[in-house]
């Protein structure tokens, strides 16, 4: 019986030895799951994560913008160029437009192109020699361009700068008139008003009251009207006669000013005088003349004009005889080749440039 009883507690240590190493078998191989169910997560997180920045190629990203100037060594005279005739092709497509007087020109090319594959840009005018440019089609933002084409100026024959030569343009001044509101100050004016009352009369429900609701107040108005084009400014109403501590001005009527004013005055305590006052002013529009003087480069002439400027001439003396030319909408010289611009991101102002004609210098 001993002998027996012995065995079974060998036996049960020898569980009790073994139970903690399959528990920790398990712990093992729970681990090993875990450890690869976070792998195969963080690969399908990847894969998408690819897949999100993969997009597939739109048209719409294929926009080409850039600026036409003139070659030039001297910064100075690289100036914009206008109405150049841009052409951006792909094998059987081909999408062309203009550039802008300030140079600018963008190409929103209609078919798809794939990164790696290139479009050939065409710059054509007729004063310039032909420039052809590569552009290699990249989805990355980090591979974008903006693209500046200098164009070369075809060479103007030589001429006798002589009596018989090319004309000479000089003392250039531009007029041009700007408008503006003028308000002049042409007088004041004052009207006294009475409000009438019989004092310490009780408040009924028919009349208006005071304040503190316990007396009867009467109530009158003024009306006063500055004339056509004129407006009444810093307007005054006070209470100048009579039982003032007693009395209420409402100035709803006349605190902002302008052409019609009222007032509004009320008297509970007995008869009442008030004074309207204000000044009387005049809105015109005035028109001055002024002069300004272009800045010359090579062959070339750059000014710039306010916003409000108006009938825009230039003047100058062409062979030494003083002329004026008036710049319509075509902007249409004898002498010269002119385009405009506006200058909206900075002052709203008008950027002009015009380039001699062969035949003319400065």
């Not at 169910?37 to 048209?59: D, E, H, N, R, Y």
């Not at 007693?246 to 004013?261: A, M, P």
Request: aromatic letters at 8%.
């Amino acid at each position: 019986m001993q002998k027996s009883s012995r065995r079974s507690k060998e036996q049960r240590s020898g569980q009790r030895r073994i139970e903690p190493i399959r528990e920790t078998r398990k712990e093992m191989s729970g681990r090993r799951g875990l450890i690869w169910c976070g792998l195969v997560a963080v690969l399908i997180l990847a894969t998408v994560c690819v897949v999100w920045q993969i997009k597939p190629f739109s048209p719409s990203l294929m926009t080409i913008q850039g600026a036409v100037i003139r070659q030039d060594k001297d910064p100075r005279k690289q100036l914009p160029i206008a109405g150049v005739q841009v052409t951006a092709s792909h094998g059987g497509t081909s999408k062309s437009t203009q550039s802008e007087a300030s140079g600018y020109f963008t190409v929103v090319f209609p078919e798809p192109v794939w990164p790696g594959q290139e479009i050939s840009l065409s710059f054509r005018r007729s004063d310039y020699k032909p420039l052809d440019l590569t552009v290699q089609v990249s989805l990355s933002r980090k591979s974008r361009r903006l693209y500046v084409a200098s164009l070369e100026p075809i060479a103007i024959p030589s001429i006798d700068v002589g009596g018989s030569g090319a004309t000479v343009v000089s003392n250039i001044r531009v007029r041009y008139t700007v408008n503006s509101q003028t308000d002049q100050n042409i007088g004041s004016a004052t009207q006294t008003f009475q409000v009438s009352r019989q004092g310490d009369s009780p408040c009924t429900a028919n009349a208006p009251c005071s304040p503190d609701g316990n007396w009867a107040a009467s109530r009158e108005s003024i009306t006063m009207d500055a004339g056509v084009g004129n407006e009444y400014r810093n307007v005054r109403a006070s209470c100048i006669a009579g039982p003032c501590p007693f009395t209420k001005i409402d100035s709803k009527g006349f605190e902002r000013g302008g052409r019609l004013i009222r007032a509004t005055a009320e008297a509970w305590s007995g008869t009442a005088t008030f004074l309207l006052e204000a000044e009387v002013f005049h809105t015109a529009i005035t028109s001055s003349v002024r002069e300004s003087y272009p800045v010359l480069y090579d062959r070339a002439l750059n000014f710039t004009l306010p916003s409000t400027e108006e009938g825009v001439s230039i003047e100058a003396d062409i062979g030494g005889a003083p002329m004026v030319f008036p710049l319509g909408p075509d902007l249409d010289l004898s002498w010269a080749v002119c385009n405009v611009s506006g200058n909206p991101d900075v002052d709203k102002s008008t950027v002009y440039r015009c380039e001699l004609k062969a035949g003319y210098r400065f």
